[in-house]
């Protein structure tokens, strides 16, 4: 099972809201909501998902709008969702800086798909290499799976974020305030938070959790993964 990414659903219809979340959840993503946008603005602020799926037509302004405030400083891939076929919209939408743009009705394996490959494409723009191979450790950062061995390990998302972010870094040192920041919102949250994810990542990846070769630890400062 990989570790999903997590996506957040700004949709002010409850119906589609239940029915992507069942989607999206049943294909092992995290799947997260908002019902209008500043709801959704709220989430993106302190949570950070990897993806935003997005209505136009919401309550409290134009999903337009919304996509303005977040670029360019944001970079999270955004797939609009709207009733709204004329073309200048939809012109508009990427203009602003949405990935991609779904016409309603739409089906839910060609959204799945349009996902994966915004998801992959996101990987890309960071510049990291798509797999990171370490020892006998593969991160598939454009899949969301990691392999020891060839076996696929089983993370939570959290744990999954965390891999990612020191994967990227493969060999550097994170720091503490970074990875707390980037995984739970704030560099201000609980330091144990980090401790107690780190020692998870660690039973499910190290021979030894106790003597670890991949997750090293630089006391006070932050955590590395080992180029092995």
Do not use: C
């Not at 016409?103 to 960071?126: C, D, M, N, S, Y």
């Amino acid at each position: 099972m990989s570790a999903g990414a997590t996506i957040l659903i700004i949709e002010d219809d409850p119906s589609l809201r239940r029915s992507l979340m069942a989607t999206l959840k049943a294909a092992k993503y995290h799947a997260v909501e908002a019902q209008n946008s500043a709801e959704g603005l709220r989430w993106i602020t302190h949570h950070k998902p990897d993806l935003i799926l997005l209505d136009l037509g919401l309550p409290d302004g134009d999903g337009l709008d919304l996509i303005g405030k977040l670029r360019p400083a944001n970079t999270t891939p955004i797939l609009v969702l709207s009733a709204r076929d004329a073309e200048q919209t939809k012109v508009a939408a990427l203009d602003l800086g949405a990935d991609d743009y779904v016409t309603k009705p739409f089906g839910l394996e060609e959204l799945l798909a349009r996902i994966r490959t915004a998801l992959r494409h996101a990987v890309q723009v960071k510049g990291a290499e798509p797999v990171v191979r370490t020892g006998a450790l593969e991160i598939d950062l454009g899949a969301r799976v990691v392999r020891r061995d060839s076996a696929e390990i089983d993370l939570s998302p959290k744990e999954y974020e965390l891999l990612a972010i020191l994967a990227l870094n493969i060999g550097k040192v994170t720091l503490r305030d970074h990875l707390l920041e980037q995984v739970w919102g704030s560099k201000k949250s609980d330091v144990q938070y980090l401790r107690v994810y780190i020692g998870q990542l660690r039973a499910k990846l190290e021979d030894d959790p106790s003597a670890p070769h991949y997750i090293l630890s630089d006391p006070g400062v932050g955590y590395r993964l080992a180029q092995l």
